[in-house]
T-cell receptor, first 111, second 115 residues
Framework: GQQLNQSPQSMFIQEGEDVSMNCTSSSIFNTWLWYKQDPGEGPVLLIALYKAGELTSNGRLTAQFGITRKDSFLNISASIPSDVGIYFCAGTYLTGNQFYFGTGTSLTVIP | GAGVSQSPSNKVTEKGKDVELRCDPISGHTALYWYRQSLGQGLEFLIYFQGNSAPDKSGLPSDRFSAERTGGSVSTLTIQRTQQEDSAVYLC?????????????FGPGTRLTVL
């Protein structure tokens, strides 16, 4: 199936630094989701976006729905060790359709 | 609990055997999805159930894979004549699938190892 282009593939950062990752699609979406997956666990939903241009925060996390409807960004401010994990974006065209997932960004936070 | 549950959490089987993986979605969620995740990889869509509609089976990799959803709730993913390349984590997700809320919520997954 289709996969979204997610970058970077991996990141190694110092604790306290900010993180930015993005996801692009060749087609427009009307919903973007961001997930975090810890080892041995299922993905956990972080933020959901439903409107082009929408900027939504969840604690230190901020995500934006790109105005072209073909991309989304996730920012993490002041990273901490528990932010370590794999972050996935996901998008869909219409309610009732399947979701397409990014290839993931592996985040390592160095204390 | 209120979340998506899957069983078993781990399954080790011999090549050629059949396996069944179970998913209990969040109560009231009309949509249910199955994904496969190989080690270090992203999520590969397998199949999607929405209410009473015919399932979207477009992601099933071969005819050895099948899934059903009984009574619009519990789902079972069956893999017949398992092969070593079937080894992966199989994730289930459910969604309320209303016009306003479209989020998917994932279970913890079943780790399948085919020897």
């Amino acid at each position: 199936g289709q996969q979204l282009n997610q970058s970077p593939q991996s990141m190694f950062i110092q604790e306290g630094e900010d993180v930015s990752m993005n996801c692009t699609s060749s087609s427009i979406f009307n919903t973007w989701l961001w997930y975090k997956q810890d080892p041995g666990e299922g993905p956990v939903l972080l933020i959901a976006l439903y409107k082009a241009g929408e900027l939504t925060s969840n604690g230190r996390l901020t995500a934006q729905f790109g105005i072209t409807r073909k991309d989304s960004f996730l920012n993490i401010s002041a990273s901490i060790p528990s932010d370590v994990g794999i972050y996935f974006c996901a998008g869909t065209y219409l309610t009732g359709n399947q979701f397409y997932f990014g290839t993931g960004t592996s985040l390592t936070v160095i204390p | 609990g209120a979340g998506v549950s899957q069983s078993p959490s781990n399954k080790v089987t011999e090549k050629g055997k059949d396996v069944e993986l179970r998913c209990d979605p969040i109560s009231g969620h009309t949509a249910l999805y199955w994904y496969r995740q190989s080690l270090g990889q992203g999520l590969e869509f397998l199949i999607y159930f929405q209410g009473n509609s015919a399932p979207d089976k477009s992601g099933l990799p071969s005819d050895r894979f099948s899934a059903e959803r009984t009574g619009g709730s519990v789902s079972t993913l069956t893999i017949q004549r398992t092969q070593q390349e079937d080894s992966a984590v199989y994730l289930c997700a459910s969604s309320p699938q209303t016009t306003q809320y479209n989020e998917q919520f994932f279970g913890p997954g079943t780790r399948l190892t085919v020897l």
